[in-house]
Each structure stands twice: as C-alpha cells, then as structure tokens.
C-alpha cells in the first residue's frame, strides 16, 4: 500500500515541473513573430480596379428558396449595385437600408446569403454567410465578399427581419 502511495506521488512531482514550464510559457508577452497565423486581408485599389455588379435579392422575414433562381426565373425584388470584392457586409447593409424605407427601421436584422449554382446537379445552392444589426457590432460586419467565397455571377440574398417582439 505505502509502495503505491509513494508511485503515485513520484508520478505527481515528475509531471508539475513541466506544467510550471507551460504555464511559464503562456504568460509570456509574444513577439509580433511568434504571433498566431492570421488570414492576410484582402485589399482592392478601388481607383484601379473596375467594380464589379452585385445582384441583391431581398425579402422580408426569410430568405428566398434556391429553386426561385433556377433556370433563368429571378426574384423580382432585386437590386443591382456595383462594388468590389473587398466590400463588407456592413457597407452593403447600408446600401440595402438607403433604397429600402421598411429597412430602417429600429431594430431590423440582415441576414446574408450567397446563391451560387450547383456544377454537378445544375440547380442553385444557398450558403448563409453572415448576420448583420445596425446597432450592435458583430464578427459578420467586416466580412467581405472575398472571404465568403463570392464569385463574379453568384447573387446576394438578403432576409430582412425584426428581431423578437418586433413586427412589420
């Protein structure tokens, strides 16, 4: 019984100076260096590069199915802007809110999606991209059109709600 007492607090003080070491590690300042690996921004000369046009679709309180975009058959609330792939979610909720009155109001959520076609089956896919609010700051408001894997020809689709409590 005293020899498995004695393993097992050996076993004990082996293992705590390496954790004295890691947790020695973790509260040291990092360099820029040894920094952890980010995504490099992706920036456009907006004076350089020609724009590029976004076909927005939106819609109130949800989003539009896949298959209303098939075989050439569009939505009929769509807005048509020009901008650059380095745009964020953000800059075209402002865009969306100037053309639509209903929009602005107090409390409203934007929903975005990227409508892409399907090469294997030939029909449209819808990917959800991102939540925007216009009052709150969130992850989704500096993701731009590149980091969602947006490709010349996809369209853009917007649901536009109230949040709980809220009605249109």
């Known amino acids: 019984m005293a020899d ?3 393993r097992s607090r050996s076993r004990s003080r082996s293992r705590s100076p390496m954790r004295r070491v ?10 820029e260096k040894s920094s952890e690996i980010t ?25 539009h199915r896949p298959d209303e975009f098939f075989r050439g058959g569009l939505p009929s609330n769509e807005l048509q802007i020009y ?4 745009a964020t979610l953000r800059e075209l909720m402002t865009l969306v809110k100037e053309v639509n009155p209903d929009a602005q109001r107090r409390g409203t959520v934007f929903s975005f999606a990227v409508v892409f076609p399907c090469r ?3 029909v449209y896919r819808m990917k959800e991209v991102g939540t925007v609010e216009p009052a709150r700051k969130s992850v989704s ?17 917007v649901a536009i709600s109230q949040q709980r409590g809220q009605n249109y």
């Open 22 to 31: 890691d947790r020695e590690r973790d509260r040291r300042p990092r360099d």
């Open 39 to 63: 995504m490099p921004v992706f920036t456009v000369d907006r004076e350089k590069t020609c724009p590029l046009l976004l076909r927005v679709f939106f819609n109130y309180g949800r989003h």
């Open 4 to 6: 498995r007492r004695r």
């Open 141 to 157: 408001d500096s993701l731009t059109l590149e980091a969602t894997k947006f490709q010349i020809g996809d369209y853009l689709d």
């Open 120 to 122: 294997q089956r030939g």
């Open 83 to 86: 901008t650059w792939k380095d």
